[in-house]
């Protein structure tokens, strides 16, 4: 990854969680990875994916609570109450993550009790021409 895509992933994720305080920084032991931090704290972390000559980025985080209140822990972690986990048709297993009607990722259970969760976003190119 270079700096100019770098910035292009920090400003799409800003605009699609509602906050300027994510950030993207290039992982100095993986070229092909960024880490995204809020403030202090690492959220997760962001391959690239050049399969097929079509580069792609996959944006993954670790969300450390039950289902119950994976809403509210979403809500507060990124400052935006209008983030909101719709189900799935026919999938018990995961859920969508919304900002308002867009559609930002699937949030997996990662256990069968439901204890923690790992939100999987898609970033194609196409998405970062408007930054």
Do not use: C
Not at 12 to 30: E, H, R, Y
Not at 66 to 85: C, G, S, T
Not at 102 to 122: E, H, P
Request: aromatic share 8%; hydrophobic share 35%.
């Amino acid at each position: 990854m270079d700096k100019t895509e770098l910035r292009k992933l920090q400003a799409f994720l800003q605009n699609a969680f509602g906050n300027d305080s994510i950030k993207v920084t290039l992982d100095p032991k993986d070229t092909d990875k960024a880490a995204v931090h809020f403030g202090e704290a690492r959220l997760g972390t962001i391959a690239v994916d050049d399969e097929d000559g079509d580069r792609s980025f996959s944006f993954e985080m670790k969300i450390p609570v039950e289902r119950h209140v994976l809403q509210e822990y979403l809500r507060r972690r990124f400052e935006n109450d209008d983030l909101k986990i719709v189900a799935r048709a026919k999938k018990t297993d995961s859920v969508e993550l919304n900002k308002g009607s867009d559609f930002l990722g699937v949030i997996s259970a990662d256990d069968a009790k439901g204890r923690s969760y790992t939100l999987q976003m898609a970033i194609l190119d196409f998405d970062l021409e408007d930054y």
